[in-house]
């Protein structure tokens, strides 16, 4: 595709941080940054020229960590169980007997996006709550952040589990006095009733991805890794690309628990010499590149691995997924299977244990760009970034947390000394350390201007500053959702900013960014988002907003997301 886009406030995000007002795309790429008639000197039958009359464009949004299949499998297939739009329990169970009453009996309800923060009752969903409204049909719900999960008793009978069910390795069953379950299914116990669920086929995860990718393109989003999707996803992502329904281009990774047979102990190592689809398999629009192991659970789910008790529950630190043997092994394994590795860690002992894995492999290949990642990377204490500097770790921060869950982090999970420094951007960027923010889209809307805004300002969903000290420039926050989060897929060369040679991937705003002031930020809309040259989505034309996804969580209060 051919397009010339003049009298623009073209921020290109170079190494000088300079401004253009033209640019040029030609079969894709970016072949002249400059005045209107130095672009205009490239253009080539057929072309199109695009006016801008003054708007602001940037590189294209790249959201280091979400998923898009199981997005689209949340929004569009599965009961809604979040607040809002529920306030109660009551709520919930309701929705779930008015599900019964449309499935055939003995048939599976799945439900989404529970938070016991959140609702009235302050407490989690039991089997006897979901029991009342659905007798005849197992029910398995997942939690807002996943990694907790619950299910009414008829779940728990087919999944075999009773009062002399062990708790399974990195994971627990939550039970009653008298050792009954309750229905509460911590991280891996969940495994039990989950892989029971019928899961999406192919034609279906492929429609879910172009449901997505109109979602995100209305956010600017313009290349996503995907650290984690079902068996038989990148497959969808081949056959949606291929039939035009998913533009978005895609940095896929193999999950460590979707290479395990269903039937195989937690403890087994994936042979990864007989994977199907090996580190680096694909092109610009679709590549896999990461494994994805997980060390720890949620911090609001209780389940991420802390140090230090939680500040609610001092009985509580947190599950460790995997003793760090095993997770040295997976490390060393995916290492020299050529896997780029990414290992959810949100607590800080997860974060320590992830340290000393990605430690035992540089020790043995250190001459190597590894580019390990933490994902998430939520608790990091200063001395683990400074180790992470040291090994040259990289992370992709879940920075939206700061505003979806911050006020209950200082307030309930983490407390005032803890909670504040959730996500410290600042302490990493001054270390030299490389990352990404992102939404970990299902878990909160898919939104990169807000993931900016939040990085600098701070500002949590009831409009407290969360340890203002870690807030980034609004360049610096920009930069994060474009070119540093290149780098952490080793994209730096082709995306992230906008210079000759590079995909002609771009974003038209509303207005400037770095000049409205870092509170002003949120205000912006995407106009246009551009894909090597093509025109995905004109708000002018297609209608909608970025935030449409974060409105319709809430349709009487756009401003509460949760």
Not at 121 to 143: E, F, G, K, L
Request: with cysteine.
């Amino acid at each position: 595709m051919n397009l010339i886009i003049t009298n623009a406030n073209v921020i290109t995000l170079d190494d000088r941080s300079s401004r253009a007002e033209a640019v040029a795309i030609l079969g894709g790429r970016i072949v002249r940054v400059g005045t209107n008639e130095e672009a205009m000197s490239m253009a080539v039958d057929p072309v199109t020229v695009l006016d801008l009359q003054g708007k602001t464009v940037v590189p294209g949004f790249v959201e280091s960590h979400v998923h898009p299949v199981m997005a689209a499998q949340f929004n569009l297939e599965m009961v809604n169980c979040g607040t809002p739009p529920n306030r109660t329990i009551s709520d919930i169970v309701e929705k779930l007997g008015e599900a019964a009453k449309q499935a055939g009996r003995g048939e599976w309800i799945s439900g989404r996006g529970f938070d016991d923060s959140l609702v009235e009752d302050m407490r989690h969903i039991t089997r006897q709550d979901m029991d009342a409204a659905t007798p005849n049909n197992p029910v398995y719900i997942s939690y807002v952040a996943g990694h907790l999960s619950y299910a009414n008793s008829r779940a728990l009978e087919l999944a075999g589990v009773t009062r002399s069910t062990p708790d399974p390795v990195g994971g627990r069953i939550d039970r009653d006095a008298n050792g009954d379950a309750t229905g509460l299914l911590y991280e891996r116990a969940g495994n039990l009733v989950r892989f029971l669920v019928p899961q999406p086929g192919i034609s279906q995860m492929v429609d879910g991805l172009e449901w997505a990718a109109k979602q995100m393109l209305k956010t600017g989003v313009t290349s996503l890794h995907d650290t984690g999707n079902p068996i038989g996803g990148f497959s969808a992502y081949q056959i949606a690309a291929r039939q035009g329904k998913f533009p978005i281009r895609a940095y896929v990774a193999r999950s460590f628990m979707s290479m395990l047979e269903r039937e195989s102990p937690l403890d087994v190592v994936p042979k990864y010499a007989e994977a199907e689809i090996r580190s680096g398999f694909g092109g610009d629009d679709i590549k896999v590149g990461i494994l994805k192991i997980g060390a720890d659970g949620s911090i609001q789910g209780h389940s991420g691995a802390l140090t230090q008790p939680y500040y609610d529950r001092p009985d509580e630190s947190g599950i460790l997924i995997m003793p760090q043997e095993q997770l040295n092994v997976l490390v060393d394994q995916g290492n020299r299977a050529d896997f780029q590795v990414g290992i959810h860690g949100n607590g800080d002992a997860a974060i320590d244990a992830i340290l000393d894995a990605f430690e035992y492999t540089l020790d043995r290949y250190p001459k190597r760009d590894h580019r390990f990642r933490i994902e998430h990377c939520q608790a990091v204490r200063e001395d683990q970034l400074d180790r992470m500097a040291e090994m040259d770790v990289l992370a992709s921060f879940f920075n939206l947390h700061v505003y979806h869950w911050g006020d209950r982090h200082r307030d309930l999970f983490l407390g005032p000394e803890r909670g504040p420094r959730i996500s410290p951007l600042k302490s990493a960027l001054d270390r030299g350390i490389k990352f990404g923010g992102h939404s970990d889209w299902f878990v909160t809307p898919v939104d990169p201007m807000l993931n900016v805004h939040t990085a600098a300002t701070r500002l949590t969903r009831d409009g407290n500053e969360l340890g203002p000290e870690f807030c980034l420039t609004p360049e610096q926050s920009l930069r994060s959702m474009t070119i540093d989060a290149a780098y952490l897929a080793f994209e730096e060369n082709d995306k992230g900013t906008i210079e000759q040679g590079k995909l002609g991937d771009v974003v038209v705003l509303s207005d400037d960014p770095l000049a409205v002031g870092a509170r002003g930020i949120d205000d912006i809309e995407v106009d246009a988002t551009i894909i090597g040259g093509r025109v995905l989505y004109d708000r002018a034309v297609d209608g909608g907003s970025r935030k449409d996804e974060r409105n319709a969580r809430d349709p009487g209060n756009s401003d509460a997301y949760f």
